[in-house]
């Protein structure tokens, strides 16, 4: 099985502040037709969870400019430029190349 | 709008059966594959299975194979998990959710999810 290793798994962040989590697959995620299959969601509290970024780089309708994927390969980063409170929740990155589908442990952020 | 809702969660008994149910509405289900995903309380993400449009083949998660069943019925727009043996460490908020159609099997949308309690 593909392993997500994600860190940090807690981040406390003042507003306004940036945060980036990063997430390392065990194997490659670049799929034959150029893109890699890796996606971040948030699931808010009580919430079920959302995607925010899907292929490692692209928004997902709706998601505000502040957030962005990068990486490639085995090495991703989510980024959010200016943290808000609405931000709160644990951010999980997925893998959908390989079966199993894997989830990384989840990064709680949380705001000071 | 995408909606996923799913129902059949409950309290069952160690060794009991549960089917769950998720109704989709809000796109052409026949053109996805769809997933069901659980949550354990306070833990994380767990996939457990996966169906084709045609509902003809499924992916699962190994520790699943031979006591959960994932099936659809495209008439319906529905998904069910059948799953039975059930033990203690199944009680999780189980969710439904569609898989992209781009890309490998990523997930785009998530139900709200149903509570599995299995306790005696």
């Known amino acids: 099985d593909v392993v997500m290793t994600q860190s940090p798994l807690s981040l406390l962040v003042s507003p306004g502040e940036p945060a980036t989590i990063a997430c390392r697959s065990s194997?490659?995620?670049?799929?034959?037709?150029?893109?890699?299959?890796l996606d971040w969601y948030v699931q808010k509290p009580g919430q079920s969870p959302q995607l925010l970024i899907y292929?490692?780089?692209n928004r997902a309708s709706g998601v505000p400019d502040r957030f962005s994927g990068s990486g490639s390969g085995t090495d991703f980063t989510l980024k959010i430029s200016r943290v808000e409170a609405e931000d709160v929740g644990v951010y999980y990155c997925?893998?959908?190349?390989?079966?199993?589908?894997?989830f990384g442990a989840g990064t709680k952020v949380e705001i000071k | 709008e995408v909606q996923l809702v799913e129902s059949g969660g409950a309290l069952v008994q160690p060794g009991g059966s549960l089917r769950l149910s998720c109704v989709t509405s809000?796109?052409?289900?026949?053109?996805?594959?769809m997933h069901w995903v659980r949550q354990a309380p306070g833990k994380g993400l767990v996939w457990l299975s996966r169906?084709?449009?045609?509902?003809?083949?499924?992916n699962d998660a190994d520790f699943v194979k031979g006591r959960f069943t994932m099936s659809r019925d495209n008439a319906k727009n529905t998904v069910y998990l059948q799953m039975n043996s059930l033990r203690a460490e199944d009680t999780a908020v189980y969710y439904c959710?569609?898989?992209?159609?781009?890309?490998?099997?990523?997930?785009?949308?998530w139900g709200k999810g149903t509570l599995v309690t299995v306790s005696s």
């Open positions: 959710a569609r898989e992209t159609e781009v890309g490998g099997a990523n997930i785009d949308y």
């Open positions: 292929l490692a780089s």
């Open positions: 169906i084709r449009i045609d509902g003809a083949f499924t």
């Open positions: 194997q490659s995620l670049l799929h034959s037709q150029g893109h890699n299959c």
């Open positions: 997925m893998q959908g190349l390989q079966m199993p589908v894997t």
């Open positions: 809000g796109f052409t289900f026949t053109k996805y594959w």
